[in-house]
């Protein structure tokens, strides 16, 4: 009994260390090579672990490794249910020009977050890339008309690069 508490007790201590280094990795300003280096060298006791997936796969979308980070991101999302994995999976395929995947991923992102801007902001990035005007109007004039309870920089942006965007609309 006391063999297997004291595994468990090692085990345990191994991945909180595991989890400690990934942090550190996550904070410090390596070079894209290091960065992955780094991640490799980690016990294989956190890898699959979902922090170590996300971790993994940001810092591949950072160095426009689109595949493997959309990979890392598939992996976490078989673990958890937050939007901006979603959302990022979406950024990725669009990226690789994989349009219907990344509708897939935003539309997502955008009923798990209505009241968000962001998922509405990449949905109508992705109509404007595809070249769906109609849509992207529709997205546009969302944008435009949800309320919202704080505005700051970046929905101040948002919402007039739309109001740009339809405005240009209306002098086609």
Request: charged share 20%; net charge positive; with cysteine.
């Amino acid at each position: 009994m006391i063999t297997v508490l004291l595994a468990l007790f090692v085990h345990q201590v191994a991945f909180a260390f595991g989890l400690y280094r990934l942090e550190k990795i996550s904070k410090k300003s390596y070079t894209a090579s290091e960065i992955f280096e780094a991640y490799r060298s980690l016990p294989s006791l956190i890898k699959g672990h979902e922090l170590y997936e996300i971790k993994y796969a940001i810092a591949s979308q950072s160095s426009n490794r689109f595949e493997e980070a959309l990979t890392h991101y598939r992996l976490a999302m078989n673990m958890s249910s937050e939007a901006n994995i979603w959302g990022r999976a979406g950024y990725c395929c669009q990226r690789l020009t994989k349009y219907d995947s990344s509708f897939y991923y935003y539309n997502l992102c955008y009923n798990l977050q209505p009241y968000r801007l962001m998922p509405k902001f990449a949905l109508l990035n992705l109509y404007i890339q595809k070249g769906d005007t109609t849509a992207a109007k529709i997205m546009a004039r969302q944008i435009i008309d949800l309320p919202l309870r704080v505005e700051n920089k970046n929905s101040s942006y948002i919402r007039n690069y739309a109001l740009h965007f339809l405005d240009s609309m209306a002098h086609n």
